[in-house]
């Protein structure tokens, strides 16, 4: 009885506040968000399902809405600028990176950086997205195995051109109004519900104990090389001009 007056309660507060918004002429959002971690090793793909349940894409179109995910990538992952860019002259994906990266810098040298991915399309009630993304190098460590790398939850950011409904969503922030980041605009955050199936992935990690033989390895790959060079300087020496 008492799991029946509970289920009650959820659900006349959940009536009150729909109809409370709609009193006040507001545009509220009900959004699913479904992130899934594909491939193995250091090359990974982010795949993204956005279901905008409420409101309708005419809605949407009428009041010239468009959504973009604001991502802030740690340390030990990067997106490859070129890459997306590749994927934006495709048409494939619509991308900004907020800061300089490089790529080829390991996890501890590195820093974080903020990529927007912005969603453009005819029908909002089901949108896939996929980054692709990469592992940084790890510091080695006795034993090898794997090294973890976590990865932030995602902020789903929306504007409306055409305001002729007041968004119902309180806090702003400021990002770049489209792909060519030439001008920052004022977005909303939109409280999202999530399928976040996995935020955090395992990154081989190089081997101390090996540490040992690759140097014999290497210095006596560098010393047979030496060796050869200079055999080779002094026979064409001894060659008469």
């Known amino acids: ?16 506040s729909n109809v409370y918004a709609s009193n006040n002429g ?11 971690i594909e491939n193995q090793g250091f090359h990974r793909e982010l795949k993204w399902l956005l279901e905008v349940i409420r409101p309708d894409t005419s809605t949407l179109i009428k009041n010239e809405c468009s959504f973009a995910v604001e991502l802030d990538m740690p340390p030990s992952v990067f997106v490859n600028p070129d890459e997306l860019a590749d994927l934006q002259r495709l048409g494939i994906l619509k991308t900004f990176i907020g800061e300089f990266v490089d790529i080829e810098l390991t996890e501890h040298e590195a820093t974080n950086h ?7 399309t005819d029908d909002f009630s089901k949108v896939s997205l996929t980054l692709p993304f990469h592992a940084r190098y790890q510091r ?15 902020r789903l950011l929306v504007r409306c051109l055409q305001k002729k409904e007041k968004l119902c969503e309180k806090f702003s922030t400021e990002a770049p109004c489209d792909f060519r980041g030439d001008e920052k605009c004022q977005w909303f955050d939109i409280k999202y519900k999530s399928l976040l199936e996995v935020n955090e992935m395992l990154v081989p990690v190089g081997d101390l104990d090996h540490y040992p033989l ?16 200079l055999s080779l ?9």
């Open 214 to 229: 690759v140097s014999i390895v290497t210095l006596s790959i560098g010393c047979m090389g030496c060796i050869y060079i």
């Open 140 to 154: 080695s460590q006795i034993s090898g195995g794997y090294g973890k790398a976590v990865l932030n939850k995602p």
């Open 26 to 36: 507001c545009l509220s959002f009900d959004v699913l968000l479904t992130q899934n």
């Open 1 to 16: 009885m008492i799991n029946v007056y509970y289920l009650s309660a959820i659900f006349f507060l959940y009536i009150s």
């Open 233 to 241: 300087f002094s026979v064409f020496s001894k060659k008469p001009i």
């Open 114 to 120: 903020t990529v927007y991915i912005f969603i453009e």
